[in-house]
Every structure is written in structure tokens, then in C-alpha cells.
């Protein structure tokens, strides 16, 4: 569907900012007195762009579609590269970070984008735990501790997808016993599914031949207003959390979990992201930010509300439900827009954030923490889902 405006104001640069929803490129004819902008709206990247043969196993890019809304993954690090909804008036946004090639997933600096991580997602102290009397080292890649399972984890892997559908992929995975330390080999699956209600829906499934410990979560970056469209601190946030897991200099939990009430960490009733975010609170200055792991109120639905937002300028709004205990927001406060993410755009700072739907950070340190541990023999099942509307 290719709209175009026409208009008779002959002021170019209001209608630019007024129609470039930042995922879109657009074109623009003048006459005297009469501009065209011509939008072009966001579609998915060529999957050619995504076939990589030089490594041991292929890369590739596979394509989910309802009729509404697409998305495109690749099997490089089970990575959401695009998802594609209607705004408010009815024009396709795509509303992640990504690349539109592989090489750039392959050989920018790792900002996660759109990946699943593990074996454990966000930090754990020193790159140290113990299991069962065991104590385990693994690799540091983030000042003292362990980022999202190491210097290589899930999201540097190659999965092996199987599409099932035009709306279901599933990839496979297997950490093998000692990948970056963690004991175990560990098979993983995860499940793409693009439902005729907007909703895209991860199912996640691991299985274990060594008690092991595990946090597997999608690290995708959002922009409601669209990719590269500038700030996300104007975005409606609303968490379904009372408490949350304050953190040291290093973003590591001190184990004490907190109320968010009289504190910028309260979301409780929807509040834009950035309406606090420079206020005088030691947490914030830690985080350089939102960058925590909220504990998600109790539910009695399997899956739990655990966030909604709402683009400021399309009007999407998303939810997320999870049944993990969990969710990281993180804001974004690490780009830096040195990125060439889709549509000719940079990663700004702070132009997208994450909801990473999880076990908190550092579990395997904090007995007062629900467990993470995988024994052999056990199935870990888990889901999210992350369903797009507008207002
Ligand atoms: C998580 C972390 C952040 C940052 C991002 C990726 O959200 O908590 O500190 O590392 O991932 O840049």
C-alpha cells in the first residue's frame, strides 16, 4: 500500500516532520506552491541480504505473516529483525531495531538486537556461581560479570529453524557442556508464532543432561513510533510491578527486592518513560537510566500482564505478558548511534527500549530469589507474548 499526501501549505519541512514516522524513507516533488511527500512504507529486508555461507552453518531470514502484521527472523541468534504493525492510521511501522543484513549482525559491536539470550540472560556477579556445593567460573564480558551468557551466547549462535507455517517458526539450539562455563548440554527451542490477532508469541523449551541454570529471554528493542524515529522517552509506560530489584554500580541486584511507591521506579499508573528519568536518585545513576528488572505482580492468568505501551505519535500500543517472575526495562541508555540499522537510521541514544521478560539477574547468587536451576530429567517451558494495538 503506497500513500502519498498532497498538500498546499509549500512548507516542505513541516510536512517532513509530520509525516516521516522514522521507518519509512520519503520522497518529496515540489511545485510552487504544492509538495508532495511521498511515503514508502516500512517492508521487510531482501532475505537475499541474509545468506551467509562462510561460517560452518548457513544463515538465513524467514518471514511470518497474518494478513496485518510481518515479522522476519533469522536463525543467527533466533534475532527478531523486523515486526511490522499498522498504526493508528491503519500505515505499516516497524516498530524494532534491526539490521537489514547479516553482515552487520556478524560484525557490528554486539548490542543484542532482537536476540534470544542465554544460557543466562542479564548479569551474573563475578562470572562466578555454585550449584550443588559446585562452583562454576564463567567468561566476564561486562566489567567484572557476565552479560547475557558470555562472549559467545545464544544470540551469537546459529540456530536451526524449521518454519511450520506462514505464522510459526521454530528454532533449535544446543549449548553444549561447558559453553562459556555453564555445566550441561543444554537443548533449546524456541517458537515464533505470529497470531491473526497481532500478537507474536515466543514459547520457550530447554531440556538438560547436567543440573545447569538457566535465563532465557528475546532482547528486542522497540520503537512504537517506528525504528529510528527518535526518543522513546515520550512512550506511555505501565508496569504491573510493585517491587523491583535495586542494583550496585555494576548492575548487579544487591538481593534486596523493593517497593517502586515514591520512587521514578513507580509505573504502576501509565507514565511516560522519560518524565523522571533525570531526577536525583543513586538508581537511576547506576542504571545511567532504566536499566532493572521489576518484579511482576502475581497473577492468575498463565500469562501475567507485565507491561503496556503506547507509541506518542502511531498510537500503537503494546502489551507484554509473561509467566516469568520478571522483566528487565532497559532504555537504551547504551546506544549510541553509531549503528546503520534499517531504513538508513542509527541506534540513537535512548531511541529504543527493551522488555525482556525473565528470571532476575544474579539468581544463581541470591538464594532469596526464585531458582533458576534446570535439573536433567525436567522440561523448562516458558512464554511470552507481545500483542500490538492502537489508540
Ligand atoms: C540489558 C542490560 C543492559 C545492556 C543491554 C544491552 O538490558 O541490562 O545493561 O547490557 O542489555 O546493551
Redesign the pocket.
Known amino acids: 500500500m503506497n500513500r502519498s499526501l498532497l498538500a498546499s501549505f509549500g512548507v516542505v519541512a513541516v510536512l517532513l516532520t509530520g509525516c516521516d514516522n522514522g521507518n519509512q524513507a520519503s520522497t518529496t516533488t515540489t511545485t510552487t506552491d504544492t509538495v508532495v511527500v511521498k511515503i514508502v512504507p516500512a517492508a521487510l529486508p531482501d532475505s537475499a541480504a541474509f545468506r551467509d555461507t562462510t561460517g560452518a552453518q548457513a544463515t538465513a531470514l524467514y518471514i511470518l505473516k497474518n494478513g496485518h502484521a510481518q515479522a522476519a527472523v533469522t536463525n543467527y541468534g533466533a534475532r527478531l529483525v523486523s515486526l511490522i504493525v499498522p498504526d493508528k492510521t491503519g500505515n505499516p511501522t516497524d516498530v524494532v531495531v534491526g539490521y537489514d543484513n547479516i553482515n552487520n549482525y556478524l560484525h557490528q559491536p554486539d548490542?543484542?538486537f532482537g536476540a534470544i539470550v542465554g544460557r543466562y540472560g542479564?548479569?551474573i556477579a563475578k562470572g562466578h556461581f555454585k550449584l550443588n556445593g559446585k562452583q562454576y567460573t564463567l567468561a566476564t564480558n561486562?566489567g567484572p560479570n557476565t552479560?547475557?551468557g558470555g562472549k559467545k551466547g545464544f544470540d551469537a549462535g546459529i540456530w536451526t529453524g524449521k518454519q511450520l507455517s506462514d505464522k510459526s517458526l521454530q528454532l533449535f539450539y544446543l549449548s553444549t557442556d561447558g559453553e562459556e562455563g555453564y555445566p550441561g548440554n543444554l537443548q533449546v527451542k524456541v517458537t515464533y508464532t505470529l497470531t491473526d490477532s497481532n500478537t507474536l508469541r515466543v514459547d520457550y523449551e530447554a531440556t538438560t543432561d547436567k543440573a545447569t541454570v538457566l535465563n532465557i529471554t528475546n532482547?528486542s528493542y522497540f520503537n512504537l513510533n517506528g525504528q529510528g524515529s527518535g526518543t522513546i522517552n515520550d512512550h506511555v509506560l505501565q508496569l504491573n510491578a510493585d517491587a523491583y530489584t535495586p542494583v550496585d554500580s555494576t548492575?548487579i541486584p544487591t538481593g534486596k527486592i523493593e517497593p517502586v511507591a515514591g520512587t521514578p521506579f513507580d509505573f504502576r499508573q501509565p507514565t511516560a518513560i522519560g518524565a523522571r528519568i533525570n531526577d536525583n536518585n543513586q538508581q537511576l545513576k547506576f542504571?545511567h537510566g532504566y536499566?532493572h528488572n521489576f518484579v511482576l505482580n502475581k497473577s492468575k492468568d498463565s500469562l501475567g500482564l507485565a507491561a503496556i505501551v503506547q507509541g506518542d505519535k502511531s498510537g500503537i500500543v503494546l502489551t507484554v505478558r509473561t509467566d516469568q517472575p520478571g522483566v528487565?526495562f532497559?532504555g537504551g541508555?547504551?546506544m549510541k548511534g553509531t549503528n546503520p540499522i534499517k531504513a538508513g537510521k542509527k541506534d540513537d541514544y535512548r531511541s529504543a527500549f527493551?522488555l525482556?521478560t525473565q528470571h532476575y539477574?544474579d539468581s544463581p547468587n541470591e538464594p532469596s530469589f526464585p531458582s533458576t536451576e534446570l535439573k536433567p530429567g525436567e522440561t523448562f517451558r516458558s512464554s511470552t507474548t507481545f500483542t500490538f494495538a492502537t489508540k
Open positions: 548490542t543484542y542479564n548479569r561486562d552479560l547475557h532482547h548492575l542504571g536499566d528487565q532497559y541508555n547504551f527493551c525482556e539477574p
